[in-house]
Antibody, heavy 118, light 107 residues
């Protein structure tokens, strides 16, 4: 079974750094783009960016470029989303999502809730 | 970026009804459109890709149509499990933007 399993909920303070993970299984990790989608409380879905694990090519939404880093580890079939300095406005649930370019997302992680508060 | 606009933002319907949700792109995207179902506290679920193709395991009461800038998601014979928020997403060009969502509530 193809699965994307994300790391657990986090509570952080503004200014702290964080990396959350998405461990995949059941399919060839390097064959698909994988990315991240944000959902702030009570709001809609926002596409953040994607990475192609085979060569680490990364594409970001302009809304998130410079604010986050997406990476992938082929050896563990895991994708990551990282912040160097969190803000309260980063409070949201983050979903990892397997992409097929042109066809959208066909598989989702269960979500990681991030709360940033002083 | 391509802007996606869904209508209505919310609607109510009864079990057994047929409902249609619209999605409009700010520029032509051919058939590069996907639909997702989202329930509170759950991960989104992929329903349709390339405007009209059902993802594996999605019931046939869901259907999608459209091309260019105007698209629709139709749900026939609504079931209790179908009450959720639905999002369209253009997959024509990066960033793959979502519509703002349509909340389908039970009447």
């Amino acid at each position: 079974e193809e699965e994307l399993v994300q790391s657990g909920a986090e509570v952080k303070k503004p200014g702290e750094s964080l990396r959350i993970s998405c461990k995949t299984s059941g399919y060839m990790f390097i064959d698909y783009w994988i990315g991240w989608v944000r959902q702030r409380p009570g709001k809609g879905l926002e596409w953040m960016g994607i990475i192609y694990p085979a060569d680490s090519e990364t594409k970001y939404s302009p809304s998130f470029e410079g604010q986050i880093t997406i990476s992938a580890d082929k050896s563990t079939a895991t994708a990551f989303l990282e912040w160097s300095s969190l803000k309260a406005s980063d409070t949201a649930t983050y979903y990892c999502a397997r992409h097929r370019l042109g066809l959208g997302i066909d598989n989702w992680g269960q979500g990681t809730l991030l709360t940033v508060s002083s | 970026d391509i802007q996606m606009t869904q209508s209505p933002s919310s609607m109510s319907a009864s079990v057994g009804d047929t409902v249609t949700i619209s999605c409009r792109a700010s520029q032509a995207i051919s058939s590069w459109l996907a639909w997702y179902q989202k329930k509170p506290g759950k991960a989104p679920k992929a329903l349709i890709f390339a405007a009209s193709n059902l993802q594996s395991g999605v019931p046939s009461r869901f259907s999608g149509s459209g091309s260019g800038t105007d698209f629709t998601l139709t749900i026939r014979s609504l079931q209790p499990d179908d009450f959720a928020t639905y999002y369209c997403q253009q997959t024509d060009s990066l960033p793959y933007t979502f519509g703002q969502g349509t909340k389908l509530e039970i009447k």
